[in-house]
T-cell receptor
Framework: AQKVTQAQTEISVVEKEDVTLDCVYE???????LFWYKQPPSGELVFLIR??????QNEISGRYSWNFQKSTSSFNFTITASQVVDSAVYFC????????????FGTGTRLKVLA | SQTIHQWPATLVQPVGSPLSLECTVE??????LYWYRQAAGRGLQLLFY??????ISSEVPQNLSASRPQDRQFILSSKKLLLSDSGFYLC????????????FGPGTRLTVL
């Protein structure tokens, strides 16, 4: 079975704090892709990052960084020095290359950054 | 560049009325197309996906249907809306290559009264 778990339903931080959003996935496939999307209050899902299962290098993009660890089946997302504009719901997703290439989404983590 | 459009942006409909939501994609050919629904404060539920014209797969049996009359057009319909159909409807597309990323449209907020 394929599954994505985002155990944190809601997180509140004060501006400038660092915050990590957890994502744990389950799949038996050896080739798969992991994604993070941001859903601001406007509603549209914005693509943030994609990683494939053969690339475990961590990635940094400005204040955003991602830690992919196959050993723990985790793909965590850290925001450094959070800002109010980071307030949104963040979704982690999994796509495997077997079957129909459907995305399996987690239930999302709502991040509130307080000024 | 690739873009995706959805309309209308918001819709208020009475129970029992029909529904038609439209999604169009530009800048790509033979995309995979998806309809998702998001209930208030909830996650994403995949409703339908299509890998080509006239090819529709349903994920959840319900009173909704989908059609793909053209390569880059995806329509979500209902003959009679239920209160439980209220939600945020998102269309998404992915390029035809298996490794392409899925991108989402701006969504339609539907309220059934």
């Amino acid at each position: 079975a394929q599954k994505v778990t985002q155990a944190q339903t809601e997180i509140s931080v004060v501006e400038k704090e660092d915050v990590t959003l957890d994502c744990v996935y389950e799949t038996r496939d050896t080739t798969y892709y992991l994604f993070w999307y941001k859903q601001p209050p406007s509603g549209e899902l914005v693509f943030l990052i994609r990683r494939n299962s053969f690339d475990e290098q961590n990635e940094i993009s400005g204040r955003y960084s991602w830690n992919f660890q196959k050993s723990t089946s985790s793909f965590n997302f850290t925001i450094t020095a959070s800002q109010v504009v980071d307030s949104a719901v963040y979704f982690c997703a999994l796509m495997t290359t077997s079957g129909t290439y459907k995305y399996i989404f987690g239930t999302g983590t709502r991040l509130k950054v307080l000024a | 560049s690739q873009t995706i459009h959805q309309w209308p942006a918001t819709l208020v409909q009475p129970v029992g009325s029909p529904l038609s939501l439209e999604c169009t994609v530009e800048g790509t050919s033979n995309p995979n197309l998806y309809w998702y629904r998001q209930a208030a404060g909830r996650g994403l539920q995949l409703l339908f996906y299509s890998v080509g014209i006239g090819q529709i797969s349903s994920e959840v049996p319900q009173n909704l249907s989908a059609s793909r009359p053209q390569d880059r057009q995806f329509i979500l319909s209902s003959k009679k809306l239920l209160l439980s159909d209220s939600g945020f409807y998102l269309c998404a597309f992915r390029g035809p290559t298996s490794t392409d990323t899925q991108y989402f449209g701006p969504g339609t907020r539907l309220t059934v009264l």
